[in-house]
């Protein structure tokens, strides 16, 4: 089975203080993304990677930037942490489509951050 | 991708099947039924996916009507950790493209009961 690990699930930090988020999977899948879930508005893309140092913005990219160095660990930064990104972070690694199918994306347990 | 809808609620007995329906009508050729559920505090997981053709895994059986407008997700027998929120998603296949971000709407909350 797939297993997706995220470093923490509960994280408190202080307006302004710089956050890493790690997540880590151990499937060789060459896909992983960060998604941020928040009451009302569903699921949204922050960043995702396609192969190791290749990044691209997803739907949310304001105020974080990630780093994918090795193929299995995909990290979320917070520049400057913000009240307004208190939120679930989950991170998400899927294999390269083959012929049938291809959307299976496999979440970590997700890290509930708190900005003070 | 296609819009699905859903029962906002529902509940099941332990130990009985849930049945759980997914309209998609406009659903085309080359797109997917997925299945995904998330459980209270915790990241989405994948269940089952097909296309035309039912579908049974470890998890569940994915029933698709023949014109796939609709679709049934059954849990066979329902146990209390399956009480979670179940999201059907219609997605195309073979995407190449790394940005397949998932889109849940707002899904069914099932609550299984003693």
């Known amino acids: 089975d797939v297993k997706v690990t995220q470093s923490s699930r509960y994280l408190v930090k202080r307006t302004g203080e710089k956050v890493f988020l790690e997540c880590v999977q151990d499937m060789d899948h060459e896909n992983m993304f960060w998604y941020r879930q928040d009451p009302g508005l569903g699921l949204r893309l922050i960043y995702f990677?396609?192969?190791?140092?290749?990044?691209e913005k997803g739907d949310i990219p304001e105020g974080y930037s990630v780093s994918r160095e090795k193929k299995e660990r995909f990290s979320l930064i917070l520049e400057s942490a913000s009240t307004n990104q208190t939120s679930m972070y989950l991170c998400a690694s899927r294999d390269t489509p083959g012929e049938a199918g291809g959307n299976e994306q496999f979440f970590g347990p997700g890290t509930r951050l708190t900005v003070l | 991708d296609a819009k699905t809808t859903q029962p906002t609620s529902m509940d099941c007995a332990e130990g009985r099947a849930a049945n759980l329906p997914c309209n998609h009508s406009?659903?085309?050729?080359?797109?997917?039924v997925y299945w995904y559920r998330q459980i209270h505090s915790q990241g989405p997981q994948y269940i089952i996916h097909?296309?035309?053709n039912n579908e049974t895994n470890e998890m569940a059986s994915l029933i698709i009507t023949e014109d796939r407008k609709s679709s049934t997700l059954i849990l066979p027998h329902a146990t209390l950790r399956d009480t979670a929120v179940y999201y059907c998603i219609v997605r195309v296949a073979r995407i190449k493209a790394a940005g397949n971000k998932l889109t849940f709407g707002g899904g069914t909350r099932v609550l299984v009961k003693p």
């Open positions: 097909g296309l035309k």
């Open positions: 406009t659903i085309s050729g080359n797109e997917y």
């Open positions: 990677s396609y192969d190791v140092k290749m990044k």
